[in-house]
């Protein structure tokens, strides 16, 4: 198991040695970089910046980007979007990242991992799955593995769920990215989300290629807010999680994110605190 993180870099153009190299320096040894326009990316300049990673030792962790909706029911935009995955595949080959982060989008026009009722319906998951058959064909052919994500607000929202999505596409190049705080959707599961650590990894572990690392906390209010907060500083159970994670994936790519970059160094003492407990090794 690895240890990655999104942050510390500047945007993809700008990224030289020297900016590798501090990321190195901090304590990962690979990064997560995100394309903003993959469909317009330049692969000479993609190379440059592989470049400069290898020169600082520095692995690409995972390739992300944006892209329109997976499951949009505008054909000509879900046809953008599928376009745009398999772009961002290419970008991952020349990168040599172990996975393409894959998200599956919400019917919601504010965002991609915002509630719509509809993102739950049959017709929904037809078109993922439509679509993924569609992005995982170009993966393959480049070599490279497609990492889908889930959410309890997306079209992929329970472990089974995800493991439905899998089945149905039935491609080698199409594995699964675990972010366990993205299925807690209850009170309970926060309090305790054993119960969701065990499901997510008994149904996903082996198809597993990336994990996303974060914490959450329940906030003081009336109605129901989830909140990420640092690693160390929730209710997620990783002294649960990862020797279970180095038993069925030892090669995943644990990737800290969603933190601005003054406390990633809190997060990776966090997670490295709950290795160490359990006796799990995280190469850094």
Known sequence: MKLGVVGLLPPWEQIDEEAARRVRAAGFCGVSIFFQRP????????????????????EVAQANGWYEVLVHPDESLRAEGIRGVQALCRIGRVLDAPSVYVRPGSLNPRGAWYPHAANHT???FDRLVDSLKKASRAAQEEGEVLGLEGHVLSPLDSPRRVRDVLDAVGSPALKFNIDPVNFLGTVRDVHDPRPVLAELVDLLG????????????????????????VIGEGTLDYDFLMPRLEQVCPDVYCIIEHLP???????RVGILRSANRVGVRLQM
């Open 206 to 229: 082996k198809d597993t290629i990336a994990a996303h690392l974060k914490d959450c906390a329940l906030r003081d209010a009336l109605v129901i807010h989830v909140d990420e907060v």
């Open 261 to 267: 970059d003054e406390k990633i160094p809190q997060a």
């Open 122 to 124: 049959a017709e929904t």
């Open 39 to 58: 469909l317009e990316t330049d692969l000479v300049a993609v190379r440059k910046l592989k470049s400069a990673l290898d020169a600082a030792g520095l």
